[in-house]
């Protein structure tokens, strides 16, 4: 069985680059040069903070983020040209 995503597509991202296909709910993003972070707007904004999953592809390289009804911000001490999965799940 697969967990289909039926988030509202597609989110904007600030610092980073999103992966074509992504959504709101589930996605893949490659950190640009700005070693400040990078954020994605929602395309549509959640009830609530959504609760995440994030994930770096890259070993050894820990990402944090914080999630708000229209935003997730992602930070790293190594960030350019990282590779970062998430999912979020919420009520939009």
């Known amino acids: 069985a697969h967990i289909l995503s039926f ?3 597609p989110p904007i991202g600030n610092g980073c680059t999103l992966t074509a296909g992504g959504s709101d ?3 893949h ?4 040069s700005s070693s400040t972070g990078c954020t994605i707007t929602f395309a549509q904004a959640y009830g609530a903070a959504p609760t995440c999953v994030v994930s770096s592809q890259t070993a050894a390289t820990p990402v944090g983020y914080t999630t708000g009804t229209s935003s997730m911000t ?3 001490v190594s960030a350019t040209g990282l590779l970062v999965n998430y999912f979020c799940s919420g009520s939009q």
């Open 7 to 9: 988030g509202k597509a």
């Open 25 to 27: 709910a589930i996605g």
């Open 29 to 32: 993003l490659t950190w640009g």
């Open 74 to 76: 992602f930070t790293s």
